[in-house]
């Protein structure tokens, strides 16, 4: 099952000191060193998206928290780069201004992204040019749970679950006032950010308030030639302009708090390689807010994203018999997002979504203690202009699950089962409705005081999403015209001839066309995956190791099928809608008909590899980090899955001190060469980064450090192989940030 290089590799990672570039840094100037690197203890860190509420270490799923100064010193402008460090986690990279979190080689409707355990809900899995509205800079902690999560998030967290906690609704009392803020600078792409989070109460209440400010251009890199045979030494069109703001408030009583929030988040960004042929731009209805001075005319085509989020939180212990505690969590969303070129507004997004989820745990029933919980969400998507290849469509969901576990002396048996119902619901097409269903069990062992092994075994469903089943479009991003699994194609000169010997004749007067859609009588299945993982922990005195590895058996995968030829020999109008009229009229005045045609199809596919992450401390003044991962992904009929990241290794040595502490980190990604079909491979690359942190302690009464980051310090060339646009848009190439954090 596993390849003999990986292993050869992965053990001797094992053997050898290494890294991330996971820079530990603390601003309290009484603590020494020591107490600096014990507070990122895992074994203290409560894991909030799981529904039993346990430390990364008692659970039998592999599951990383982020959080403290290995957070701060992560922060990145997208959640996928604040997290590609971690193991087993990369990124999509569409350019520096747009990049979400791949897990194991999955990605998209496969990885769920939540925000205290709901749906962040915008369109960043419909699409790799989309930004994720999840923001790090404001975040306590993020929690990564890798491998199928969807007993407790439902059928799209079959790949993981990436969970970003922040504290708009305060869960605990507040005397006084405390909080914290910081800022920073940027010189690889000039970027100025800044935030701040405050907290405050009296007796029963408490108050929250946090927000964030980020400006940047375009991004520089190596010098390079790009596909269109031009130099280049930045990433055309990858400026950023982001801010936003939450405002929440807690009551606390005797058994419990109940409290709300609300949160507004708005994006300005350039998207890299995203440029349209040359368009000759009509004013529409749809192009309201045409005229505005959007203020990024000379840049290309760019989105302007904004969102309000409200959120409700409550949490009531010993709310009645046979039950400790049950919380509620109801969330609103409402997202605009537009993509604006020459101040004309070409594709407009527009998502609503209301979720509702319920945990109670319950006392110890034969021994399990356990949560029984409820899940239910609906979601409205409409869109329209040139890039409106999806129809408006309304997912409803609602789903049931119990999680449990007991202990038996040493061992700790994990149990747990879910049903879910999913409707799709889109004009023109049959509502369509998916019953997933997912079951797992896991056991961890503590062996030892510092060794504990664990093995899970999930069985889970993912019900297909609106872009798999119904798209028909061009979609810029992918560079495709992507067809969605509702749809036959057909040659036409075959279904003419049919149609003759049947005695139907229907003239569609397209003669230039000779492929066209009609309406398939089935839709696609629900992938259905099985997935093993083996873990193991140990502690001793001077060292740390994780390891993990794992296999996705994963029958009906979806996936984009090449159908060979070119979207201006398709026929897709196929129901002369006044939407569907105005679509094809854009994509006409765009004149991308040389797009090539992909539609969604299922086939199997299996995806297995390992992570490690390793620590070894010499005393007190010198340690050594390291980690490696790899996932090796291939169609049960041959070929590989595309867009597969790389493997990587890294090493990194930290040198601490009472006031200041030093690390230096060395990540190599090797060359990726299993590639599917019309795929490049990518070439292998190094980088090295430099972190100083100074802490000088207490200053007009705040806690205050100082950190210095060289990133890319080589300057050397790399390209994501996961990225769509990785030819146009390279890594970032060497650059410096200088920062400030202070608490008080």
């Known amino acids: 099952m596993f390849k003999k290089a990986p292993l050869a590799l992965a053990i001797a990672a094992l053997l050898s000191p290494q890294i991330v570039v996971a820079q530990e840094a603390q601003s309290e100037s009484e603590r020494s060193a020591e107490q600096r690197k014990t507070e990122q203890s895992f074994e203290r860190i409560i894991v909030t998206a799981s529904a039993l509420q346990r430390t990364a270490l008692e659970s039998a799923q592999p599951v990383h928290v982020l959080y403290g100064d290995s957070l701060r010193a992560s922060e990145a402008a ?172 807690s009551y606390f009583f005797n058994r419990g708090f109940a409290g709300i929030s ?104 034969a021994g399990w203690r356990g949560a029984l919980g409820t899940q239910i969400s609906r979601q409205e998507y409409s869109s329209f202009g040139a890039e409106a290849y999806t129809p408006a469509t309304d997912t409803n969901t609602a789903g049931v699950f119990w999680i449990g576990e007991r202990a038996f002396g040493d061992i700790t048996w994990e149990l747990g089962a ?58 810029f991003a992918t560079r495709t015209f992507e067809v969605g699994g509702v749809y036959e194609v057909h040659h036409l000169d075959e279904h003419n001839e049919h149609e003759s010997d049947t005695g139907n004749h229907d003239d569609h007067g397209h003669d230039e066309y000779a492929y066209e859609l009609e309406l398939a009588g089935f839709a696609l299945a629900k992938e259905r995956s099985m997935n093993i993982d083996f873990g193991m922990h140990f502690e001793g005195d001077k060292w740390h190791l994780d390891a993990n590895l794992f296999l996705n058996k994963i029958h009906d995968f979806i996936y984009l099928d090449n159908l060979g030829f070119a979207s201006e020999l398709l026929d897709a109008d196929l129901f002369h809608s006044d939407h569907e009229d105005q679509a094809h009229e854009e994509e006409h005045d765009h004149d991308f008909g040389e797009l090539p045609v992909y539609q969604y199809a299922q086939q199997s596919a299996e995806l297995y590899g390992y992570e490690l992450s390793g620590r070894y401390v010499f005393n007190q003044t010198w340690s050594l980090n390291g980690f490696s991962d790899y996932t090796r992904a291939v169609f049960s009929s041959g070929g590989n899955v595309p867009r597969i990241p790389a493997q990587r290794f890294g090493l990194s040595g930290t040198y601490t001190q009472e006031k200041w502490d030093a690390t230096i980190g060395y990540t190599y990604y090797f060359a990726q060469n299993r590639t599917a079909e019309d795929e490049a491979a990518t070439d292998s690359f190094g980088l090295v980064n430099l972190q100083l ?36 848009a390279p890594l970032p190439g060497r650059g410096f940030s200088l920062g400030i954090r202070a608490s008080f």
């Open 693 to 728: 942190n100074y802490y000088p302690g207490y200053f007009a009464g705040q806690d205050v450090a100082v950190y210095l980051k060289a990133e890319n310090l080589t300057n050397e060339l790399g390209y994501a192989h996961s990225s769509f646009i990785k030819n146009y």
């Open 418 to 475: 879910r049903v879910e119902q999913v409707e799709l619901d889109s004009e023109n097409f049959n509502t369509l409705d998916y019953t997933p269903l997912s079951a797992s069990t896991g056991m961890n062992w503590k062996v030892s005081d510092g060794l504990k092994l664990s093995t899970s075994v999930s069985y889970s469903e993912r019900a297909p999403s609106a872009n798999e089943l119904f798209a028909n479009g061009a979609h």
């Open 78 to 249: 997208t959640l996928g780069e604040t997290l590609r460090g971690l193991p087993g986690v990369q990124a999509t990279y569409y350019g520096p201004t747009s990049s979400s979190p791949i897990i194991r080689g999955l990605d998209g409707p496969r990885v769920k992204i939540v925000q205290n355990g709901l749906d962040v809900a915008d369109i960043s899995r419909g699409g790799p040019d989309h930004a994720v509205s999840a923001e790090a800079t404001t975040a306590q902690q993020i929690e990564v749970l890798r491998g199928p999560s969807t007993l407790l998030f439902g059928s799209g967290a079959s790949g993981g679950v990436v969970n970003v906690v922040d504290n708009r609704v305060p869960r605990q009392p507040v005397n006084g006032l405390e909080g914290s803020y910081g800022a920073r600078y940027n010189s690889v792409s000039d970027e100025r950010s800044g935030s701040f989070d405050l907290n405050t109460g009296q007796g029963a209440f408490a108050l929250h308030l946090d927000g964030f400010y980020r400006k940047a251009n375009d991004t520089r890199v190596p010098e390079f030639d790009s596909p269109d045979g031009h130099h280049e030494d930045k990433i055309e069109n990858s400026f950023t302009d982001d801010k936003g703001a939450t405002v929440g408030a």
């Open 262 to 365: 609300f949160g507004r988040l708005e994006r300005d960004y350039g998207i890299p390689g995203h440029g349209h042929a040359e368009d000759e731009h009509a004013e529409d209805e749809h192009a309201e807010d045409a005229h505005d001075e959007v203020g990024h005319e000379d840049e290309g085509v760019f989105a302007r994203m904004k969102q309000d989020r409200i959120q409700f939180i409550s949490g009531i212990n010993n709310p009645f018999a046979g039950f400790e505690s049950i919380d509620f969590n109801l969330g609103y969303t409402d997202l605009n997002h537009q993509e604006i070129e020459d101040t004309f507004v070409e594709t407009g997004f527009n998502l609503e979504q209301t979720e509702l989820r319920i945990i109670a745990r319950h006392n110890p029933v």
